[in-house]
């Protein structure tokens, strides 16, 4: 959504929005919310604010969200993608995944992939990171798996799952069934996970 040049400096003076960006920001770090954080950080990121104060919304939804996500692997949760506070949480780890991923540091990127899939509760959204997970293993690049793999035609903007990828150039079964040796390993590596219960 492109927001017109002339509204950005409006809206850098309207009291009423800079009053909810004050608002976000309390109530975020009240509430321990990503959801709301990621609001704080499309508002920030809408008046260009400072890059401290962007990094500081950042780091806040990556801490919590990694607080979060180790609460859940503790009590044996799952994500519900249905709810917007356990959706938010996902997407900061998936978010974090995919930049360790094009950083090359793959086992980082590996291991949150496969974590992902342990604890989201969503079929085709756990194929999607299975599938990440592998194309890691199989010593795919961040930029061969985006080029080669992913299917960026068939991302719906309206999806509240759009910000992961989930569109491949083939569906997933046939994908899983080609990498099927990583799947094992995948699933192999996820058994510490489950003997913990």
């Known amino acids: 959504m492109e927001i017109p040049e002339i509204h950005v400096e409006e809206l850098k003076k ?27 950080l499309d508002a920030q990121l809408v008046i260009e ?31 519900d993608m249905n709810d ?3 959706r938010a949480i996902a997407r900061a780890i998936y978010e974090h995944a995919i930049q360790r991923y094009s950083e090359n540091d793959k ?7 496969l974590v992902l899939y342990h604890t989201i509760d969503h079929v085709e959204l756990k194929d999607a990171m299975m599938i ?11 930029e061969d798996f985006i080029e080669n793999m ?12 759009a910000f992961f ?3 491949f150039v083939q569906p997933n ?17 996820l058994k510490v996970l489950e003997e913990s219960k």
């Open 49 to 79: 604010a400072a890059e401290d104060d962007i990094n500081e919304v950042f780091t806040f939804i990556v801490n919590t969200a990694f607080d979060k996500l180790a609460e859940y692997l503790s009590t044996h949760r799952s994500f």
């Open 173 to 189: 079964d046939i994908l899983l069934t080609m990498f099927a040796k990583y799947v094992q390993q995948g699933k192999e590596e």
């Open 84 to 86: 917007i506070e356990e």
């Open 132 to 142: 990440h997970a592998c194309a890691v293993m199989a010593g795919n690049s961040f």
């Open 107 to 113: 086992k980082g990127a590996k291991e949150m992939f």
């Open 165 to 167: 990828i989930q569109t």
């Open 14 to 40: 309207d009291p009423e929005f800079l009053a909810n960006i004050k608002r976000l920001e309390q109530e975020c770090k009240e509430e321990e919310s990503i959801a709301k954080g990621y609001q704080l």
């Open 150 to 161: 992913v299917d960026v035609k068939g991302i719906d903007e309206h999806d509240p799952l």
